[in-house]
T-cell receptor, first 111, second 112 residues
Framework: RKEVEQDPGPFNVPEGATVAFNCTYS??????FFWYRQDCRKEPKLLMS???SGNEDGRFTAQLNRASQYISLLIRDSKLSDSATYLC????????????FGPGTRLSVLP | SQTIHQWPATLVQPVGSPLSLECTVE??????LYWYRQAAGRGLQLLFY??????ISSEVPQNLSASRPQDRQFILSSKKLLLSDSGFYLC???????????FGSGTRLTVV
């Protein structure tokens, strides 16, 4: 089993739709969590950190369930510009070399 | 503010040729630095990381090596490239893990 797993995708949704991505991790000692966005042939960019209490940034909401070792990302009112691959990232410990990237879930928002 | 520079953007190299990719960071001191590779359609694979000058840790055995000759400079090298070295190479810097990484714009390497 991979340490970080994500919905296989791709997700094809119409503009304005709400879409949710799921991510599970196997290391219960994991300390911090992130969602990254990667556009085609570009570098990943940090979308948002995921806090224990859940957090929201505009149309994006991230949730963390430590008991179930599960992270989610919800995108409301999808825009064409949201089309990208979304990477779930888990930090096993206090130091950056313990970041583990999920395989990514690809989203295509259709007009 | 902190910025990370990586070059070249694209590279086509013959099998058996050497490789040198450079990454520099500005606006911070003593960053943790990382080299990742992303093969076509695949996830990110950590190759090397460094917590300080001259300190390199390798995550996977391979045909590549890394060096950190200065605090904000990280170099990825190979003496002889293999076809399997093709991929998208990304340099990243981080502050220790709580705030995520920042990636450079990457080098797309094709070994022919």
């Amino acid at each position: 089993r991979k340490e970080v797993e994500q919905d296989p995708g791709p997700f094809n949704v119409p503009e304005g739709a709400t879409v949710a991505f799921n991510c599970t991790y196997s290391n219960s000692a994991s300390q911090s969590f992130f969602w990254y966005r990667q556009d085609c042939r570009k570098e990943p960019k940090l979308l948002m950190s995921v806090y224990s209490s859940g957090n929201e940034d505009g149309r994006f909401t991230a949730q963390l369930n430590r008991a179930s070792q599960y992270i989610s990302l919800l995108i409301r009112d999808s825009k064409l510009s949201d089309s990208a691959t979304y990477l779930c990232v888990v930090n096993r410990g206090n130091y950056g070399q313990n970041f583990v990237f999920g395989p990514g879930t690809r989203l295509s928002v259709l007009p | 503010s902190q910025t990370i520079h990586q070059w070249p953007a694209t590279l086509v190299q013959p099998v058996g040729s050497p490789l040198s990719l450079e990454c520099t960071v500005e606006g911070t001191s003593n960053p943790n630095l990382y080299w990742y590779r992303q093969a076509a359609g695949r996830g990110l694979q950590l190759l090397f990381y460094s917590v300080g000058i001259g300190q390199i840790s390798s995550e996977v055995p391979q045909n590549l090596s890394a060096s950190r000759p200065q605090d904000r400079q990280f170099i990825l090298s190979s003496k002889k490239l293999l076809l399997s070295d093709s991929g998208f190479y990304l340099c990243a810097w981080g502050d220790g893990g709580y705030y995520g990484y920042t990636f450079g714009s990457g080098t797309r390497l094709t070994v022919v």
